[in-house]
């Protein structure tokens, strides 16, 4: 029963902006959002999931992935159940399908960036950005 749903994504020329917006719903969340450490990754075609942005469960600590580091910016809204990913100065590279993941604490891996370690996954929404 428990459900991330992203939306958001689009198509948008090289160099503009998009905000994605996950939303989480279900028995795990309700009133506990706010435990869960929240996660974006993305996946182009062909290649491999990467990981893009997390916030911890506190939102005080945020990570980016070095490729999108000063471009996107991760936050949270707690009340809303929802976490943000607002991208900035887009690129073609960063066409693909975003993930929104949920993981319950702090992740065991001691890194944000293991995909391994969330618990659970929306389905997508896809971002395409032209030249």
């Known amino acids: 029963q428990e459900q991330l749903v992203e939306s958001g994504g689009g198509l948008v020329q090289a160099g503009g902006s998009l905000r994605l917006s996950c939303a989480a719903s279900?028995?795990?969340?309700?009133?506990?959002?706010?435990?869960?450490?929240m996660g974006w990754f993305r996946q182009a075609p062909g290649k491999e999931r990467e990981f893009t942005a997390a916030i911890s469960w506190s939102g005080v600590g945020t990570y980016y992935a070095d490729s999108v580091k000063g471009r996107f910016t991760i936050s949270r809204d707690d009340a809303k159940n929802t976490v943000y990913l607002q991208m900035n100065s887009l690129k073609p590279e960063d066409t693909g399908v975003y993930y929104c993941?949920?993981?319950?604490?702090?992740?065991?891996?001691?890194?944000?960036?293991?995909?391994?370690?969330?618990?659970?996954w929306g389905q997508g929404t896809q971002v395409t950005v032209s030249s």
């Open positions: 279900g028995g795990a969340f309700r009133g506990a959002f706010n435990t869960y450490a």
């Open positions: 993941a949920a993981d319950h604490g702090v992740p065991a891996s001691g890194t944000y960036s293991n995909p391994f370690d969330y618990d659970y």
